[in-house]
């Protein structure tokens, strides 16, 4: 049973930092690209960060420059590392993996950016 987990969302003034976490459990993150979607209210969920497996990255030109997306092959674990967060950043933040044409979604964790 494939699970992802987010954690490390949270409140923050403008011109904060967070770092998030997605942990994976019954998939290999090391061997498949792993992204970062966000979805804010009343928006259409969009890619903000991907990794491939062989550490290629790319960034939505929203966030490039101020996020960054690691992976931790030995926890199975990817990170979105968020700097000069701004008030639009603010959404529900969620982990994406696709194993043999199967979407997997966490549950999603939520970043508020007050001005």
């Known amino acids: 049973q494939v699970q992802l987990v987010e954690s490390g969302g949270g409140l923050v003034q403008a011109g904060g930092s967070l770092r998030l976490s997605c942990a994976g459990s019954g998939i290999t993150f090391s061997i498949r690209t792993i992204s970062w979607y966000r979805q804010a209210p009343g928006k259409q969920r969009e890619l903000v960060a991907a990794?491939?497996?062989?550490?290629?990255?790319n960034y939505a030109d929203s966030v490039k420059g101020r996020f960054t997306i690691s992976r931790d092959n030995a926890k199975n674990t990817v990170y979105l590392q968020m700097n000069s967060l701004k008030p639009e950043d603010t959404a529900v933040y969620y982990c994406?993996?696709?194993?043999?044409?199967?979407?997997?979604w966490g549950q999603g964790t939520q970043v508020t950016v007050s001005s």
């Open positions: 994406n993996a696709v194993r043999y044409a199967n979407n997997y």
């Open positions: 990794i491939s497996s062989g550490g290629s990255t």
